[in-house]
Structures are given as structure tokens and as C-alpha cells.
């Protein structure tokens, strides 16, 4: 172990970019060199289809935070203790790359980067630092691509209960509609219900953006945090229905090419509205709870 001064601890500002260039350049430069070819990989790969789009905004968010939360290391650590901890995982993490890299496993590649930036935070600024930054490398684990079997595995159950959901509510509400499977006839279209409307990785990414608004929004009250994150699961849920549903309605009143057309992405974007606004509808009902249930404790004490 050993500790820095303090006054080697600057904000993030140029001047003190500038200032720590010597150091960090080089670490930098060696993450840029391995990395570059893995994202170009990515961009032009898993990352450019509907199902895995979410990976690099997971990626942007991810350094975000980190970069949000620097102040509060600064103002933590006091004199840094690196952690020689770091360098085991830093030799796991290149042989998860190499491993990747030479079989072609993007899951493993992506993994050794998150893995790297870990030891790098260890071994230049020390186990305090890595535990105030878990957050940011744990949401990170959200752009990694599930194996295919696994994926395909439990996406069919979901497949199903989704289009089970859609056919009852549209039959409900008076539209001509029925379902074998996973394939919804809805006038005279047909739709199949696709991986990309109600797969794993779309309640994945949904899962992403509700940790990451209970990761921003910080509420003090743990039944709170805990029965948000809990309810996160039935709101992807709905959210995807809701995405199915406003694509058999298109399809049904502007015909195929509509559906399957600029719409179907329009229907994408509806989905994370949808549940972004279900996360908030669902908080604020929370927040009513909690403040309810703190003024009657209150009441209750001062009788």
C-alpha cells in the first residue's frame, strides 16, 4: 500500500487535465489501443441493431456518473490508498480480453474493459474510490450482450405474455383480434411480436433506466428505493405491452407498411416514454405513501 498527497487531488478542470496528462496519458493511450478496434466492433456491430441500441447510451451514462460523482471522491479520500488488489484483476481482465478478442466473444471483451477500468480505479486510487464509484461500474454490466441461448430462452415466455396481454386488452376494447402463440391476426394483418417488442434485453434496458433514476434521484426513504427498484419489473412489462399494442393499432389504421415503416421506430420511442412516465406516476404515488405514513408515525407520537 501505498498513499499520495493530497494536493495531487484536483478537479476536473483543464489546468488540472493538463496537470495530470504525464500520468494518466499513458493508461489512457493503452485503453484507447485495445479498446478502439472492441468499439468499432460494436458500433458497426451488436450496437447498430434495435436490440442492443441501448449500449452505448448505457456506455455514456456510465462515465457520466463517474464523472459526477468525482467531486465527492475528492472530497472523501483525503490521502489515497492504492490497493495492490488491483493487479490480479487487472491479469483476469486481460485474459478476459485476449480470450475475447481471439474467439470473438464481444461479451467477454466488453467485460475485460469494465474489468480494467476497475483494477486502473484500484491501483491509482484505491479501494475507497472503487466502493464510492460501484454504481457507475455496475450499470456498465447492462451493456454486456447475454449469450444467445440463454436470451432466447427466456425471451419466448415473455414473447408470449405480452402478446397474451395485448390480444385481451384490444379484444376488451372491442377490436377484432386473435392470437396463436406469439403471432397476433388483428383485422386482416398479421403481426408477429418480435425479440426487439418484448425481449430480455428490452426489460433489461428498461431495468437500466429505472436503477439509473433511482441511482439520480437518491431518495432517503428505503421502502421507497426498495419497492421502486421491486415495481421496475411489472413497469417494463407494461411498457412493452403498451409498445404492442400501439403497433397493432397503427397496423390495423394505416396498414402494413405503417407498422412495419418509420412508425415502428416512433413505437420504440413510445416504450421508453411510457415507462419513464410509469416510473415517475409510480414514484410520486410512493413518495404520497411515505409522507403519509411519516405523518401519521408523527401523530402517533405526539399523542
Sequence with gaps: MSARPLHTVLPLTLPALRAALPEWGPILLGLLCLYVPTGYRLFTGVWATEEQAHGPIILGLSLWLMWRRWPEVQARLGAWQTARSGWPL???????????????????????????????TLLKLGGRALRLLWFPFFFMCFMVPLPGPLVSMLTMPMKMAVSYATEHLLFAAGYPIARAGVILQI???????????????????????????????????????????????????????????????????????????????????????TALVLILSVDSMLQWYVKRRALRHARGEGK
Design 187 to 273: 383485422g386482416q394483418y398479421q403481426l408477429l411480436v418480435a425479440d426487439a417488442c418484448a425481449g430480455l434485453q428490452t426489460l433489461l434496458t428498461l431495468e437500466a433506466l429505472g436503477l439509473f433514476y433511482l441511482n439520480l434521484v437518491r431518495h432517503t426513504s428505503a421502502l421507497r428505493n426498495i419497492a421502486l427498484a421491486l415495481l421496475i419489473i411489472p413497469i417494463s412489462f407494461s411498457a412493452n405491452v403498451i409498445r404492442v399494442i400501439v403497433l397493432s393499432l397503427v397496423t390495423y389504421y394505416f396498414g402494413d407498411a405503417a407498422g412495419q415503416g418509420f412508425l415502428h421506430g416512433f413505437a420504440g420511442m413510445v416504450l421508453f416514454l
Design 90 to 120: 487487472m491479469v483476469f481482465s486481460m485474459l478476459c480480453y485476449v480470450l475475447g478478442r481471439s474467439q470473438q466473444i464481444l461479451a467477454l471483451e466488453i467485460g475485460s474493459f469494465i474489468l480494467a477500468l476497475a483494477a486502473i
